[in-house]
T-cell receptor, first 116, second 116 residues
Framework: AQSVTQLDSQVPVFEEAPVELRCNYS??????LFWYVQYPNQGLQLLLK??????LVKGINGFEAEFNKSQTSFHLRKPSVHISDTAEYFC??????????????FGQGTELSVKP | DAGVTQSPTHLIKTRGQQVTLRCSPI?????VSWYQQVLGQGPQFIFQ???????GRGNFPDRFSARQFPNYSSELNVNALLLGDSALYLC???????????????FGQGTRLTVV
């Protein structure tokens, strides 16, 4: 069975400070990896994705993530956060299985709170 | 271009009633998935449909059902509502690459269902 663990449920940080949101996954098959952001009372917006190739992935709003296969991790980072980054962040995986992919398995989420 | 649209945005139902939620995917997307997001948790996979056929089902009771129409829109039905069905229901659409793998899911704003 596949699972995703987000190691921090809440991350408070001051504006302009760097931040890292941690994500580990477990899977017996190869996976695609995603980070989504959810603002209050809204759906999910894709921040970035890892499908193949370079293990360092850059996304929108200045976020980036690094895929580490040996540690089965996909941590999200931003060098300098803004108040507007306050939101819930979800790490997710989908299985690389022909005609069965598309099901996303999500972590429990990390609430990022940026304070002035 | 229109994104994924869901209707209604909010809904209040009484225990034991039935509810139908609707989703229109992004134009050209043939795959639609449904997720349930209970407050404070990550989304949980309910169903995936591709080309009008069910391609995946999550661990939900038979009270949950869905279908996809020839125009690729989809409906999620929940019978005999329980208080625990109160959640944000998210619809996601995706396309497939030439290998048959879904590479990215785009989410709608969700339907907030409250069961009283």
């Amino acid at each position: 069975a596949q699972s995703v663990t987000q190691l921090d449920s809440q991350v408070p940080v001051f504006e302009e400070a760097p931040v890292e949101l941690r994500c580990n996954y477990s899977s017996s098959v190869s996976v695609y990896l995603f980070w989504y952001v959810q603002y209050p009372n809204q759906g999910l917006q894709l921040l970035l994705k890892y499908l193949s190739g370079s293990t360092l992935v850059k996304g929108i709003n200045g976020f980036e993530a690094e895929f580490n296969k040996s540690q089965t991790s996909f941590h999200l980072r931003k060098p300098s956060v803004h108040i507007s980054d306050t939101a819930e962040y979800f790490c997710a995986v989908s299985l690389m299985i022909y005609n069965q992919g598309g099901k996303l398995i999500f972590g429990q989420g990390t609430e990022l709170s940026v304070k002035p | 271009d229109a994104g994924v649209t869901q209707s209604p945005t909010h809904l209040i139902k009484t225990r034991g009633q039935q509810v139908t939620l609707r989703c229109s995917p992004i134009s050209g997307h043939k795959s639609v998935s449904w997720y349930q997001q209970v407050l404070g948790q990550g989304p949980q996979f309910i169903f995936q449909y591709y080309e009008k056929e069910e391609r995946g089902r999550g661990n939900f009771p038979d009270r949950f059902s869905a279908r996809q129409f020839p125009n690729y829109s989809s409906e999620l039905n929940v019978n005999a509502l329980l208080l625990g069905d109160s959640a944000l229901y998210l619809c996601a659409s995706s396309s497939r690459d030439l290998t048959g793998l879904n590479t990215e899911a785009f989410f709608g704003q969700g339907t907030r269902l409250t069961v009283v």
